[in-house]
């Protein structure tokens, strides 16, 4: 080394030297204490599954499996009694399946519409009916329960009965009920683009729906997973809707989850209730993690939505 | 010539807000009208207008001698250009150049002959096959003018298209908007806050203020005569000297200070309560001081040198006035110096209603 870079060394050059500073290690310990403690429920609930009950009885919660077995989450799937059949969580997985499926995209779709309508196309009104939309948010549906309940069994089907009880009706309530916070999230979006984005595609002589597929559409990939994570997460997890609307033949996976862990006869078998929890759960647990930023970005969106 | 875009009593209210009056504009065949004023004043609602993304309130458009009032922007045979670029992120650049065309349905062949010619003439036939986020600004509003460009259009809007571009690529693409219209020959609406952009790029300017044009003449009548007091102050940099007095009988008294008008053309004989307007580069210093009709001993207060000129800042009977000297004139501040200037050179205004007389 020679004498010039000697003397320098005395004195700050080249990058800043990183140091562990006390508010550093503060940050990290917190940071793994906190996740710790929300683990510690889902490590219980992973061993639990997957000990016998005379284990649980006997043990701590946190020893591990003796003998560790998937027989409980097998059961879960497809033989633990909801009420009186017993044929598991698997026809309420693809009961969830198919109300999601079907709601999520028309939902979606909607409020696509809507907000960019409600952005670009403004006519007389267009800010009352926005405003009108966004309050619909903040109504407690527990309110609107009966009067859905009264609207959907006065549509007679071509088949006979009525819209209530089915899987259309259980989809229409869904789409309806993700419409505001959706509108909402969707128009601040478009409202965030460049006006004259639009202003460029009318002068090129698009109209509303040419402008909305070939401009607008593909500059709302982003904004359309942070929609999806929503209302995946939202659909899956509800429970009221799916008890009331879905009816018999249509039960989400919710809502036989909640039937299996009411009906135990005798004892109650901790390792299928919790092996069919997690099953549950693990829908919106694979969407949160595969999602990664998006859904930081959804929350962010929804928590309007509380 | 023919006239190509003309508005007629054109009004546009947001309630009872006035954002253009009974606006009159012919525009010939060819012309390069150039919009200008401060922001507010309704020179981009104005072009708007004429492109029909705004509905009128009142009064008449025509392009082509067809009244388009009421026709869609896509059938009015215009192009615009916008300050933000406005390309389509997502598709290519020839792509977003033929998206006008493709929903138009025009047949392919003919599509890709206009596309070939409008990045011939702007140069960016390299660049056809990127995105516009892989393009720098510049390229970014060649692309934007091309796209007006292949719809060929009878008349051109452009709504503050350098505003978003560094100083040095402002000045290169001014100078490309010019050669372009040089080359066209379409008529060109432009509109802008930079009074070097209007006063490069005009045939004739527009000053607009409060939703009404203020003058409407070639940029050398309007920097030199210009009809108002807001005009005179508007255009130019450094801005007009503005002195206080009275006029009586061809000589303008300023605080005890006469000034003799010399051979100023006035309209009649206006008297009464008057501001004289000097422009800094008419004022002199020194040696050329003396040749002037009139001249006064002054001290020098500030001075900036720009480089090219200088700008020195004195006064004249308690009034400030800037001047511009040679930058090889040497001025410090608190020299005494011998300033003169020709009054028949300046601009005289009521000072109450603000015209000129």
């Known amino acids: 080394m020679s004498a010039a870079t000697t003397t320098y060394g005395v004195e700050p050059s080249g ?292 | 010539m023919a006239t190509s875009v003309q508005i007629k009593d054109l009004s546009l209210n947001y309630g009872a807000v006035k954002v253009l009056d009974r606006l009159n504009l012919d525009i010939a065949d060819g012309e390069f009208i150039v919009l200008l004023g401060p922001s507010g004043c309704g020179k981009s609602t104005l072009l708007n207008c004429i492109a029909g993304l705004l509905d009128v309130s009142e009064g008449q458009i025509h392009i082509s001698g067809k009244n388009v009032t009421w026709e869609e922007p896509k059938d009015r045979g215009i192009g615009m250009v916008f300050q933000s670029y406005a390309l389509y992120p997502q598709m290519t650049v020839e792509r977003n150049l033929s998206f006008g065309l493709r929903v138009a349905g025009m047949p392919k062949p003919e599509i890709e002959s206009r596309v070939k010619r409008a990045s011939e003439i702007l140069q960016i036939e390299p660049l056809l096959k990127r995105k516009p986020v892989e393009l720098s600004g510049g390229q970014r509003q060649r692309v934007a003018i091309g796209r007006a460009l292949v719809r060929d259009v009878d008349v051109f809007l452009f709504d503050e298209p350098l505003s978003n571009l560094d100083a040095k690529l402002r000045n290169d693409l001014r100078v490309e908007i010019k050669r372009l219209h040089q080359r066209l020959k379409n008529t060109m609406i432009y509109v802008t806050h930079d009074q070097i952009e209007a006063m490069t790029l005009a045939d004739r300017i527009a000053i607009m203020k409060n939703g009404v044009i203020q003058q409407l003449d070639n940029p050398h009548t309007i920097y030199n005569k210009p009809t108002n007091l807001f005009v005179a102050d508007f255009i130019g940099s450094p801005s007009m000297n503005f002195l206080k007095g009275d006029l009586a009988d061809g000589t303008f008294t300023t605080n005890g200070v006469s000034v003799p008008m010399g051979s100023y053309g006035f309209v009649g004989s206006p008297n009464g309560k008057a501001v004289l307007g000097i422009r800094p580069e008419h004022v002199q210093v020194g040696e050329d001081a003396r040749k002037m009709p009139f001249q006064f001993e002054s001290e020098i207060e500030i001075v900036e040198p720009m480089g090219a000129e200088t700008v020195a800042w004195t006064t004249l009977a308690g009034q400030s006035l800037t001047l511009r000297a040679d930058a090889e004139v040497d001025l410090q501040p608190g020299q005494k110096i011998l300033v003169g200037f020709d009054p028949a050179r300046g601009s005289v205004f009521n000072a109450e209603s603000g015209n000129r007389i």
């Open chain 1, 15 to 306: 990058p800043k030297p990183r140091r562990v500073t006390p508010a550093r290690i503060g940050i990290y310990a917190f940071l793994i204490v906190a996740a710790i403690f929300f683990l510690i429920p889902l490590a219980v609930m992973i061993l639990t599954s997957m000990k016998p009950m005379d284990e649980i009885r006997g043990g701590n919660i946190f020893a591990l499996p003796l003998n560790p077995t998937l027989d409980y989450w097998v059961k879960a799937w497809s033989s633990a009694c909801t009420g009186r059949d017993c044929n598991g969580l698997a026809p309420g997985f693809f009961n969830s399946m198919k109300i999601t499926l079907l709601a999520v995209p028309i939902s979606i779709i909607l409020s696509m519409l809507n907000g960019y309508a409600l952005s670009f196309w403004r006519f007389r009104g267009s800010e009352l009916m926005f405003g009108l939309l966004v309050f619909g948010a903040f109504v407690p549906f527990q309110v609107l329960v009966y009067p859905i309940i009264f609207a959907l069994s006065s549509v007679k089907l071509p088949w006979g009965g009525t819209l209530f009880g089915t899987l259309p009706g259980i989809v229409i309530v869904h789409s309806i009920f993700g419409m505001p916070i959706l509108t909402l999230l969707f128009r601040n979006f478009f409202a965030s683009l460049p006006g004259e984005l639009f202003k460029a595609a009318r002068v090129d002589g698009a109209g509303f729906w040419r402008i909305f597929f070939s401009v607008m559409l593909p500059m709302s990939v982003p904004i359309t997973i942070v929609a999806v994570i929503l209302q995946v997460t939202g659909i899956w997890n509800d429970f009221i809707f799916g008890l009331v609307f879905a009816g018999r033949e249509n039960l989400p996976m919710t809502v036989q989850l909640n039937n299996i862990v009411r009906t135990s006869t005798g004892t109650v078998e901790y390792s299928t209730n919790m092996a069919a929890t997690i099953l549950t759960g693990a829908v919106p647990l694979i969407v949160y993690f595969v999602s990664g930023k998006w859904f930081v970005r959804g929350i962010a969106a929804g928590a309007v939505k509380g």
